[in-house]
Nanobody
Framework: QVQLVESGGGLVQPGGSLRLSCTAS????????MAWHRQAPGKQRELVAS???????SYADSVKGRFTISKDNAKKILYLQMNNLDAEDTAVYYC?????????WGQGTQVTVSS
């Protein structure tokens, strides 16, 4: 069973930055698709950013230009660099990985943007 563990969440002021990490129990090279999703209170979970084979990335319109997804296959870590955060980014952030038809999720990390 593949395990994904997120870290790096916390409380940050508007305009601030955070870097989330997702550490995998296996090489991230094996996962042809990895992504960050988030779920705000009372809202559905949404896709924030994804990275697939060839380091091809895509982003939700709401985070383009502010968030950057990347991964270090040697360290087995998926990252999400988040800059210029605002209150709308407050949510639980989840890491997701896919191998073939199997999909894996982390337990989530809370990000709160507030002054």
């Amino acid at each position: 069973q593949v395990q994904l563990v997120e870290s790096g969440g916390g409380l940050v002021q508007p305009g601030g930055s955070l870097r989330l990490s997702c550490t995998a129990s296996i090489s991230t090279f094996l996962m042809q698709h990895m992504a960050w999703h988030r779920q705000a209170p009372g809202k559905q979970r949404e896709l924030v950013a994804s990275i697939r084979t060839g380091h091809i990335t895509s982003y939700a319109d709401s985070v383009k230009g502010r968030f950057t997804i990347s991964k270090d296959n040697a360290k087995k870590i998926l990252y999400l660099q988040m800059n210029n955060l605002d209150a709308e980014d407050t949510a639980v952030y989840y890491c997701n990985g896919r191998i073939g038809t199997d999909e894996f999720w982390g337990q989530g990390t809370q990000v709160t943007v507030s002054s």
